[in-house]
């Protein structure tokens, strides 16, 4: 993997975790409010987790675990 290519998988990260806990604080702020309707809950909710996986795969390919 090339410095920019490692580079460029940083900023995802970066940007994913940044979007992940934006869709996190949205959610608890529609559910403490009460204004958000089941179906619009379920696909914010459906978007995190998303996020999360995507999340997950960067951080595998940019901390790879070494068996030693």
């Known amino acids: 993997m090339t410095r920019e290519e490692r580079a460029n998988l940083e900023l995802e990260l970066v940007a994913k975790r940044q979007e992940?806990?934006?869709?996190?604080?949205?959610?608890?702020a529609l559910i403490s409010t009460g204004t958000a309707d089941t179906m619009m809950l379920q696909r914010?909710?459906?978007?995190?987790?998303?996020?999360?996986?995507?999340?997950?795969?960067?951080?595998?390919?940019?901390?790879?675990?070494i068996i030693a």
Do not use: G
């Open 20 to 28: 992940h806990s934006d869709l996190d604080a949205a959610i608890h």
């Open 44 to 65: 914010l909710k459906k978007k995190k987790l998303m996020i999360k996986d995507r999340i997950t795969q960067l951080e595998d390919i940019l901390l790879p675990d």
